[in-house]
């Protein structure tokens, strides 16, 4: 009977360790196809993510962000963009590979979260969907609400394990410390946590537990300021505390003072499409659900916390009035959640249960199924995946970037040293051609009227007259509804057909009475037109 018990046990491990590798190949296939459109090799950085790179490229020269590169946004992207460029020898696949890290466990999170609460079918469903979801709005990645999916679904499986145990400290710690981690990168990106910490306060307040909610939100809070305080502290050391606070803080109460909840759901629902509709679903599902266990006295916690939760997160998304899609990437970890409950819920009312069953209680012959198919279907995402790998090992001296012209032509026309100017904040231009800008304020003239605004936006002609750049690339082609071109023909027809009608700098007319009477344009590469200084 020994011998049997043994065999039986080694026999449990082995089908374990094989549902586990099939579970991480399927997932890691669904990531990977999602960051296709990261790919270094095939794409280029957005005007975020490429100045975030940019500031990372800062870091590893031993410079200051806010001081050498300014941003509004708090400094946790650009250290790990620094951390993820030092790993990739100063390329963009040290950004992917972090990327592909980050992603990859916050799905393993949220398939674990999801398959513990409703078994495998409605984990793989609420995967597949909140991956499409991210699909939709990551817009060639590395943004600020990217990267704290990780933390968030690490809350949430918290959360859901302090369900068991709502005395347990670790769980609560590990909260706090994911809050602090979550507003480091973007201060919007928090409703995980709030909504958490609004949950809480519902269950136990109705238990009359106080003493134990108090513990707990202590608890939460001690972790928070923990993080918050050694970052505060290093930036203190460096004597770059208050420009960290006015620019990641301060300057974004101005920067959201058009927030319109109503156009922040629509255009929720307009970038994420199907995903948000299948949400929507689930979130009346979900509201069902808490409804009928009100009535018999046994409330669903995991469906309180998704009723406050979306709210929450559309509100966070919505409070800077401007409505980007990578801001609904926020949304993600709540819209995996109620697609689970939707599945759980729904679908084996109306779906075949033999189907459903299948996907229960034989995962592994599930996921292996799916994983073929994917591969299958998706082959020519993997394609692309090997013919970069194979360069990188194989043909690096053929290149393992895309670099467009214009940052060869920067490359072959500057010295290392020489500073250049990238008119329109696509400073993502300057990381990929190696080359500084002569100013901290990347953004110019992308600025909102704020207490300061002025200083930066005479700072930036200052800099532009002391150290004046060897080349200035017109980049006003990315935005050119609210970017006046260097070109005054162009600029003239520009402001006759309404553009630019958003904020602009007092000294604008400043800058280029300075750019054109220093500059002569040297060539026109694509959409950009180069200007050669010529009397330095």
């Known amino acids: 009977m020994q011998l049997i018990r043994g065999y039986l046990t080694r026999t449990n491990s082995l089908a374990v360790v094989l549902e586990t590798a099939i579970t991480i190949a399927f997932l890691g296939l669904l990531v990977a196809l999602v960051l296709l459109q990261a790919n270094p090799l095939t794409t280029l950085p957005s005007r975020d993510g490429g100045g975030y790179a940019y500031i990372g490229h800062i870091i590893l020269e031993g410079k200051l962000p806010y001081i050498y590169a300014w941003d509004s946004k708090p400094p946790g992207l650009f250290y790990l963009d620094a951390f993820a460029l030092w790993l990739g020898q100063g390329t963009r696949w040290g950004i992917w590979l972090m990327e592909y890290i980050f992603l990859l466990a916050a799905t393993g999170i949220g398939y674990k979260l999801m398959r513990n609460l409703w078994r495998s079918g409605a984990a793989i469903f609420g995967t597949i969907i909140w991956l499409l979801g991210l699909n939709a ?152 659900q808490l409804i009928l266990g009100y009535k018999v006295k046994a409330v669903d916690n995991i469906a309180l916390l998704l009723m406050i939760g979306w709210p929450v997160e559309i509100v966070l998304s919505a409070l800077s009035g401007r409505g980007y899609g990578h801001y609904y990437i926020a949304w993600l970890p709540v819209v995996a959640l109620l697609s689970g409950m939707l599945f759980s819920v729904l679908v084996p009312q109306i779906f075949l249960p033999g189907v459903i069953n299948f996907l229960n209680a034989r995962v592994k012959y599930a996921l292996f199924i799916l994983l073929v198919v994917s591969v299958i279907v998706f082959n020519g995402g993997l394609v692309t995946y090997w013919d970069s790998f194979s360069r990188i090992l194989f043909d690096r001296g053929a290149g393992i970037e895309n670099t467009p012209p214009v940052v060869q032509y920067v490359r072959n026309n500057t010295d290392p040293g020489d500073k250049v100017l990238v008119w329109g904040a696509q400073v993502g231009l300057n990381f990929m051609a190696h080359r500084d800008s002569p100013t901290a304020y990347i953004f110019y003239p992308l600025y909102v009227d704020s207490p300061f605004t002025a200083k930066m936006e005479t700072s930036f002609l200052s800099d532009l007259e002391n150290q004046p750049p060897a080349l200035i690339i017109d980049a006003y082609i990315h935005d050119p509804d609210n970017v006046l071109s260097l070109n005054p023909d162009v600029r003239s027809a520009q402001i006759l057909a309404g553009k630019g009608q958003t904020y602009q700098p007092p000294n604008l007319a400043q800058v280029f009475d300075f750019i054109q009477s220093h500059y002569k344009m040297e060539v026109v590469i694509g959409d950009y037109s180069i200007y050669r200084i010529h009397n330095p």
Not at 181 to 204: D, E, K, M, Y
Request: charge should be positive; proline fraction near 2%; hydrophobic fraction near 55%.
């Open 137 to 288: 709005v990551l817009s060639g990645g590395n943004f600020t609400e990217e990267y704290p999916l990780l933390f968030n679904f690490l809350a949430l499986y918290c959360f859901w394990k302090n369900l068991q145990n709502p005395k347990n400290k670790i769980f609560d710690f590990i909260i706090g410390l994911t809050f602090a981690l979550s507003f480091l990168f973007r201060a919007n990106t928090i409703g995980v946590q709030i909504t958490i910490l609004l949950t809480w306060c519902i269950v136990l307040l109705v238990k009359n537990e106080i003493t134990l909610l108090l513990k707990k939100l202590a608890l939460m809070l001690v972790a928070a300021l923990l993080v918050i305080t050694v970052a505060c502290a290093y930036f203190w050391a460096k004597g770059a505390l208050y420009p960290m606070i006015e620019a990641a803080l301060l300057y974004n109460f101005y920067y959201g003072e058009h927030a319109n909840l109503w156009s922040g759901i629509i255009k929720g629902f307009e970038y994420l499409g199907s995903v948000a509709w299948v949400a929507l679903v689930g979130y009346i599902i979900t509201v069902r």
